[in-house]
C-alpha cells in the first residue's frame, strides 16, 4: 500500500531537508576538499538525525529501493576503486530497523540495563566502524529517538531522556574528534552545532505546518517536501556521482576497479 503523505510542510520534511543540506556539505569536503576539514565539521552536525529517525519511526520494514541503493553503492565503490568495508550507512540503517525492538526489549527491563548496553555500544563504536560506517554509535542514536517517541507510552523518565540525549551526544562528539583531530575552533563548530541539533531531538515530534506552508512560494514548498520525502534517492544519487566524478577527475584515490576489502580508520562517508 503506498503511504499518503500530508500536503502541508511537516517536521519531518524541515529535519530531513536539513540534513540532507549538512550531508551534502559534509560529502563535499569527503569527495572533493579532504584536506578542508570544516566541511566535515559542519557536516559531521547532520549525523544524529539519520539513526535517531531510524528509532523514532514506527515502521520497520525493508523496502526494496533500500536494498536497491545498498547493492548501487556497493557496486559503485568497486567500480570505484573504493573498500567493501564498512558497509555503507543504508546497510547500517537495515540493521538498525530490524535490531532496534529487540534491543530496547533488554534495555526496558530496567534503567541499569539501558545505562549497561549503552556503555557495550560505547566500547564498540571503534572496532565496529570496520564493519559498517557509523557503527554503534547508530544504535545509541536510534535508542534515543525511540525513547523520544514512546516517552509516554513507555513511561520514560524525562531526566533519563534528557540524561541519555547527553550521552548521545557525548558519545558522538567525542569518536568524531578521535577519528577527525580537528582544531579546536573546529571542534566548538562540530560541538555548538551537535548541541543544537541534540536539543531539537530532544523535543522532536510528528508535526504539520498548514500556516508555514500557506506562506511559502510552491518551489520552496516542493524543494523542502522533496529533501525530506526522497531522502533515499538523494542519498544514492548524490553518492554515486561524486564518486564517479572522483574518478573520471583523475582523484589518486579514485582508480578503476581497484578496489579493497577494508578502508582503516573511516568512520562513515
Same mark, same amino acid.
Given at each position: 500500500?503506498?503511504?499518503? &503523505?500530508?500536503?502541508?510542510?511537516?517536521?519531518?520534511?524541515?529535519?530531513?531537508?536539513?540534513?540532507?543540506?549538512? @550531508?551534502?556539505?559534509?560529502?563535499?569536503?569527503?569527495?572533493?576538499?579532504?584536506?578542508? #576539514?570544516?566541511?566535515?565539521?559542519?557536516?559531521?552536525?547532520?549525523?544524529?538525525?539519520?539513526?535517531?529517525?531510524?528509532?523514532?519511526?514506527?515502521?520497520?520494514? #525493508?523496502?526494496?529501493?533500500?536494498?536497491?541503493?545498498?547493492?548501487?553503492? @556497493? +557496486?559503485?565503490?568497486?567500480?570505484?576503486?573504493?573498500?567493501?568495508?564498512?558497509?555503507? +550507512?543504508?546497510?547500517?540503517? +537495515?540493521? #538498525?530497523?530490524?535490531?532496534?525492538?529487540?534491543?530496547?526489549?533488554?534495555?526496558?527491563? %530496567?534503567?541499569?540495563?539501558?545505562?549497561?548496553? %549503552?556503555?557495550? *555500544?560505547?566500547?564498540?563504536?571503534?572496532? %565496529?566502524?570496520?564493519?559498517?560506517?557509523?557503527?554503534?554509535?547508530?544504535?545509541?542514536?536510534?535508542? *534515543?529517538?525511540?525513547?523520544?517517541?514512546?516517552?509516554?507510552?513507555?513511561?520514560?523518565?524525562?531526566?533519563?531522556?534528557?540524561?541519555?540525549?547527553?550521552?548521545?551526544?557525548?558519545?558522538?562528539?567525542?569518536?568524531?574528534? *578521535?577519528?577527525?583531530?580537528?582544531?579546536?575552533?573546529?571542534?566548538?563548530?562540530?560541538?555548538?552545532?551537535? +548541541?543544537?541539533?541534540?536539543?531539537?531531538?530532544?523535543?522532536?515530534?510528528?508535526?504539520?505546518?498548514?500556516?508555514?506552508?500557506?506562506?511559502?512560494?510552491?518551489?520552496?514548498?516542493?524543494?523542502?517536501?522533496?529533501?525530506?520525502?526522497?531522502?533515499?534517492?538523494?542519498?544514492?544519487?548524490?553518492?554515486?556521482?561524486?564518486?564517479? &566524478?572522483? &574518478?573520471?577527475?583523475?582523484?589518486?584515490?579514485?582508480?578503476?576497479?581497484?578496489?579493497?576489502?577494508?578502508?582503516? #580508520?573511516?568512520?562513515?562517508?
Amino acid at each position: 500500500m503506498t503511504k499518503i &503523505l500530508p500536503k502541508d510542510i511537516t517536521s519531518y520534511d524541515l529535519l530531513k531537508s536539513f540534513a540532507v543540506i549538512i @550531508m551534502i556539505i559534509d560529502h563535499l569536503g569527503y569527495y572533493f576538499f579532504p584536506d578542508e #576539514l570544516i566541511f566535515r565539521a559542519i557536516g559531521r552536525i547532520g549525523f544524529p538525525i539519520w539513526f535517531f529517525l531510524i528509532g523514532h519511526a514506527s515502521g520497520r520494514d #525493508l523496502p526494496t529501493k533500500l536494498l536497491i541503493g545498498i547493492g548501487m553503492l @556497493m +557496486a559503485a565503490d568497486i567500480i570505484t576503486g573504493l573498500y567493501v568495508f564498512p558497509l555503507s +550507512a543504508l546497510v547500517t540503517i +537495515a540493521l #538498525l530497523r530490524i535490531s532496534i525492538d529487540k534491543v530496547m526489549a533488554v534495555c526496558d527491563k %530496567s534503567q541499569r540495563m539501558l545505562w549497561i548496553v %549503552s556503555a557495550i *555500544l560505547f566500547v564498540l563504536v571503534v572496532p %565496529s566502524f570496520f564493519v559498517m560506517e557509523y557503527g554503534a554509535q547508530a544504535m545509541i542514536m536510534a535508542i *534515543l529517538g525511540y525513547m523520544v517517541r514512546h516517552e509516554k507510552d513507555k513511561g520514560y523518565d524525562k531526566k533519563l531522556v534528557r540524561d541519555y540525549t547527553v550521552f548521545a551526544g557525548f558519545s558522538f562528539l567525542f569518536w568524531q574528534q *578521535l577519528n577527525f583531530g580537528m582544531s579546536t575552533p573546529l571542534l566548538v563548530l562540530m560541538g555548538v552545532g551537535t +548541541a543544537a541539533i541534540m536539543v531539537v531531538l530532544r523535543g522532536f515530534d510528528k508535526k504539520t505546518y498548514p500556516k508555514l506552508t500557506a506562506k511559502l512560494p510552491m518551489p520552496a514548498i516542493w524543494s523542502l517536501q522533496f529533501m525530506g520525502r526522497r531522502t533515499l534517492e538523494i542519498y544514492v544519487g548524490h553518492l554515486v556521482l561524486f564518486k564517479f &566524478l572522483c &574518478l573520471l577527475t583523475g582523484d589518486p584515490r579514485f582508480v578503476l576497479f581497484d578496489w579493497q576489502w577494508f578502508y582503516i #580508520l573511516n568512520a562513515g562517508s
